[in-house]
């Protein structure tokens, strides 16, 4: 969405969209004829995966009135919605160079506000268009000047609930980020409460018990994908090389011998238990037999680590195997894990009543 002038067509060209000749049968469209010339569809791809933009008129770039576009809107949302689409989101356009927020503009981030309802504002990305490559001192301070307005006078009240700023520079990279952001749905936290609570929940944890493993000050090599495949062995298993160097990293000692993920009992693990399989005691009793009792303790003690690694970078939108790796992680660190996660959640919210940004964000969603 957007004004004329904002940027329309130019997005649609750097991120590359060609128009495709779907037309929704909306009784407004074929009324007015406008469903080959107002509301027009476009195909793209982000990631080698493709998606669909839809470009609709802004309010007094048409010879309809507002009440007019605003029909034309929303009944052509309601027909993307009945054919099976759901919308993903709202790329609003602005051009910062414009010398003031229109009346048309207005009217146009109005809709989107009431279209989207501010649960949803983050589904939204607000977009500065019209930048320079090599603006001057003047034009630059101008601009900066521009985008402060719009920021903390017109997209305040989204931006607090959700809503993302993006700058767009005119490039194709610019624009493939900009969608990526709705595609991905990382122009908002889902459950942005708990997600913090949960963060705080790993910051209170972490250090502790970081610091409590016996550690010796050290950096190894651990492989990313350490199951196994990337170790190549002679006929006596003896390693002789390690491949595909390019996903190796340093780790603290604890991280790099712990027992690989290949081992781990999957179902039960993301169930919440910490009961070591039967593969990783043998592991564990091999490397005490080889005479690396602190490797062989690091495999026994390990569970934590495991629960850790995975819980810190765990997608919420799996919410239930998140809720099974999230409760082990607690059961494992003897910390509220026989909890059930309302109960965990009531007790977090009370334990972190005076914290300034959870309850930002309590007002901002709940």
């Not at 054919?83 to 602005?94: N, P, Q």
């Not at 340093?250 to 999957?266: Q, Y």
Request: hydrophobic letters at 40%; proline letters at 2%; charged letters at 25%.
């Amino acid at each position: 969405m957007g004004q004329i002038g904002d940027g329309k067509s130019r997005f649609l060209d750097d991120i590359g969209g060609h128009r495709i000749g779907f037309e929704l049968p909306t009784t407004f469209c074929r009324q007015y004829n406008l469903c080959s010339t107002e509301v027009a569809y476009y195909e793209a791809f982000v990631d080698q995966e493709p998606i669909y933009l839809v470009t609709i008129p802004g309010f007094h770039e048409t010879q309809l009135s507002d009440v007019q576009v605003t029909q034309l809107v929303l009944e052509s949302l309601v027909a993307i919605y009945d054919a099976g689409v759901l919308l993903k989101g709202f790329i609003y356009l602005h051009d910062v160079g414009q010398p003031r927020l229109t009346r048309s503009a207005i009217a146009n981030l109005l809709m989107i506000q009431n279209m989207c309802g501010k649960d949803a504002y983050g589904q939204v990305v607000l977009v500065t268009t019209g930048w320079l490559e090599t603006p001057t001192d003047a034009e630059a301070a101008q601009f900066e000047m521009k985008e402060g307005q719009l920021k903390s006078k017109y997209w305040d009240s989204m931006l607090s609930k959700g809503a993302r700023y993006v700058r767009h520079n005119g490039s194709t990279s610019s624009a493939e980020d900009i969608a990526h952001l709705i595609v991905t749905e990382e122009s908002f936290t889902p459950q942005a409460v708990d997600a913090y609570l949960i963060h705080r929940f790993l910051l209170d944890s972490v250090p502790k018990e970081i610091l409590s493993h016996r550690d010796d000050g050290g950096f190894y090599l651990r492989h990313a994908d350490n199951k196994g495949n990337h170790i190549l062995v002679d006929d006596d298993y003896n390693i002789i090389r390690l491949l595909d160097w390019e996903w190796a990293h340093t780790d603290t000692k604890s991280a790099a011998f712990n027992s690989p993920v290949m081992l781990l009992p999957v179902a039960e693990f993301y169930d919440g238990n910490n009961q070591l399989r039967q593969d990783e005691l043998v592991f564990a009793q091999l490397l005490q037999d080889k005479g690396h009792a602190d490797l062989a303790e690091i495999v026994r003690e390990g569970r934590i680590l495991h629960q850790l690694d995975f819980g810190c970078g765990y997608d919420l939108a799996d919410w239930e195997g998140f809720l099974g790796i999230f409760r082990g992680l607690r059961k494992a660190l003897d910390v509220d894990g026989d909890l059930e996660w309302e109960t965990w959640r009531g007790k977090a919210l009370a334990r972190y009543r005076d914290d300034a940004q959870l309850n930002e964000l309590i007002n901002r969603h709940e």
